[in-house]
């Protein structure tokens, strides 16, 4: 009798327990920027280039109360003075194609860095680097942080750079033709404050360029 009792304890603790994990599930709901219609096909083609889709990209679901975390959150860079925008253009909720709304660092290995304040749980993340035209950007490699100088505890969310050229490692990530949809990228409700973008030129030239990264989260 009493190991029945104690039995039905257990049991109710963990129905108890298990409530969190059954939170209700919503779909999000991306802001597209308005598409741009021309400029010349990209020549270019890579082993590990993903074929174009032009399926609608399913939906994501994430935890209730998940919005946008990153918007006019501070941002850090490799370069400090980008040759086109401000890095604050990152995260400011304009999207458009135009070169008003670009940023565009230096040759080399470059990162973008957002500050979210304090840790969070990151449900994905939406990156545009340039859609007005086709281009590829190579070594695109995501990752978050508690620590802010990305020494220690960093967890790689993306990684494309197939030859090692950016010295990541080998990434098992695609490389994709940029668009207005943006590149939808898992959190993996990965706990960080910090998040960094590395990025090193495109199939235009030797530059990297951004538009709007959109952190997702609570
Ligand atoms: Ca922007
Ligand atoms: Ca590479």
Redesign the pocket.
């Known amino acids: 009798m009493k190991i029945t009792t104690t039995l039905l304890t257990i049991a109710l603790m963990l129905m108890a327990l298990g409530a969190p994990a059954m939170a209700e599930e919503i779909e999000l709901k991306f802001e597209l920027p308005e598409p741009f219609f021309g400029g010349t096909p990209v020549d270019y083609w890579g082993p590990n280039l993903e074929e174009e889709s032009f399926k609608p990209r399913p939906a994501f679901k994430a935890e209730a109360g998940t919005k946008i975390i990153s918007k006019g959150k501070a941002v850090t860079s490799s370069d400090k003075n980008p040759a086109l925008g401000e890095l604050k253009m990152l995260v400011d909720g304009d999207k458009d194609y135009s070169k008003d709304s670009l940023i565009e660092l230096g040759e080399g290995v470059q990162w973008v860095q957002v500050d979210l304040g304090a840790e969070s749980t990151l449900e994905c993340l939406l990156l545009w680097h340039f859609h007005e035209g086709n281009r590829v950007y ?2 695109v490699v995501v990752q978050a942080s508690n620590d802010k100088e990305f020494k220690k505890d960093v967890i790689t969310l993306y990684n494309n ?6 010295g990541f490692g080998v990434g098992e990530d695609k490389e994709y033709k940029d668009n207005d949809k943006g590149r939808l990228i898992d959190g993996k409700d990965t706990k960080a404050q910090y998040v960094r973008v590395y990025g ?1 030129g495109n199939t235009a030239n030797d530059l990297t360029n951004f538009v709007e990264l959109e952190i997702w989260g609570r």
Do not use: P, T
């Open positions: 190579f070594d750079d197939f030859d090692n050229s950016a090193q």
